[in-house]
């Protein structure tokens, strides 16, 4: 069972819960923003994949459940079982691995490119990708590299873009698993002044780079079960 952990209710698995629909494993959600709790133990869990969420890391006071979230990474980790985490939960993957979150210089949102480095051409996560990958970004937040981890891609607007800790967990701080309805449903949840022209232009991109895009993120899925 591989384990997803949401932060709130809009950002869930979107097409990797469609991916792995077609595959023997089978994807658990639980919501820590409408109080679901985290397992007491491993058992059975192998995988856990962490969603993004518009909170920060650093924010424990105001949501409480980031703590318990730092805490179960790192059991996780002690324990080597493999970790995904997206946008927040590559955030809160390289906290439990002891490296510093903080604001980015550049906000990023909407359509970037990002490039693998040498270590990230050769990693199985990207298997059978290209060098270059273009990727969804919705974030004002970025992490430094774990002193233990390997820098696995990177750009311009923001240096860190995925990492890879001990054996098996991986940080993405772009999204893969967006379709064009989860796309809309933040645009209008996080709308900003100033941004709709912007918020319609990225949208039409999403439609128009579906396919591709969908065809991108299942490779990662499928490297991504390959660990388990």
């Not at 809160?92 to 990002?114: D, I, Q």
């Not at 999204?175 to 989860?182: A, S, Y």
């Amino acid at each position: 069972m591989i384990l997803v952990i949401k932060h709130i209710d809009i950002e869930g698995p979107g097409s990797m819960e469609d991916y792995f629909l077609n595959t023997p494993l089978r994807l658990k959600e639980i919501d820590l923003s409408r109080g679901d709790a985290l397992p007491d133990d491993l058992k059975d869990i192998e995988a856990v994949v962490s969603l993004g969420g518009p909170m920060n890391v650093y924010q424990e006071d105001k949501y409480p459940f980031l703590k318990s979230e730092d805490l179960f990474l790192r059991k996780a980790l002690k324990k080597e079982i493999p970790i995904l985490g997206i946008c927040l939960g590559s955030q809160m993957l390289a906290r439990a691995s002891a490296a510093k979150v903080r604001k980015a210089e550049n906000k990023e949102v909407g359509w970037y490119r990002v490039n693998l480095t040498k270590e990230g051409k050769q990693d199985p996560l990207f298997r059978a990708l290209p060098e270059n990958l273009e990727v969804f970004q919705w974030h004002e937040d970025t992490f430094a590299l774990p002193k233990s981890g390997t820098l696995l891609a990177e750009s311009d607007t923001c240096m860190n873009q995925a990492f890879k800790v001990g054996k098996n967990a991986y940080g993405l701080q772009f999204h893969i698993e967006v379709t064009p309805q989860m796309i809309e449903a933040w645009i209008n949840k996080y709308k900003h002044n100033g941004q709709r022209l912007e918020a319609k232009d990225m949208l039409t991109l999403a439609h128009k780079k579906q396919g591709k895009f969908r065809k991108q993120a299942d490779y990662i899925y499928s490297n991504f079960a390959g660990l388990l």
